[in-house]
């Protein structure tokens, strides 16, 4: 639990050079704060989907993360290639869903 709780602790705040400018706030242990994602590679609803998601994805919209505080995990893998660099259109559209479920269950 300390372990965990370390790796998740004090984001950083870097742009990715290597990614056009695009930044996120990284935690310790490497994984991004997906509510903190900017640039041109991602969309402006974004953050709200994301909002407490901390993880990690792939070129092509894969994605694993969890959300520490209300102990839910999500990942998704497309089966087709796409242009993003993080998430993209599909995750964000049911990443909204669940996050209206948690506040639905969860209030």
């Known amino acids: 639990a300390e372990a965990v709780a370390e790796a998740l602790a004090e ?3 870097r742009p990715d050079t290597g990614l056009e400018g695009n ?3 990284m935690t ?3 994984f991004a704060r997906l509510d903190t994602l ?3 590679a991602f969309h402006t609803d974004d953050p709200r989907a994301y909002a407490g998601f901390v993880g990690w994805g792939g070129w092509g919209g894969s994605i694993g993360a969890w959300h520490p505080e209300r102990g839910v995990a ?3 893998a497309p089966s087709a290639m796409g242009p993003y660099v993080l998430g993209g259109p599909r995750t964000r559209a049911i990443l909204t869903e669940v996050q209206r479920a ?3 269950a969860l209030g």
Do not use: K
Request: charged share 15%.
């Open 38 to 40: 900017r640039g041109v």
């Open 28 to 30: 310790r242990g490497g």
């Open 74 to 76: 999500f990942a998704y």
């Open 102 to 104: 948690l506040a639905l």
């Open 11 to 13: 984001p950083l705040d």
């Open 23 to 25: 930044a996120w706030a």
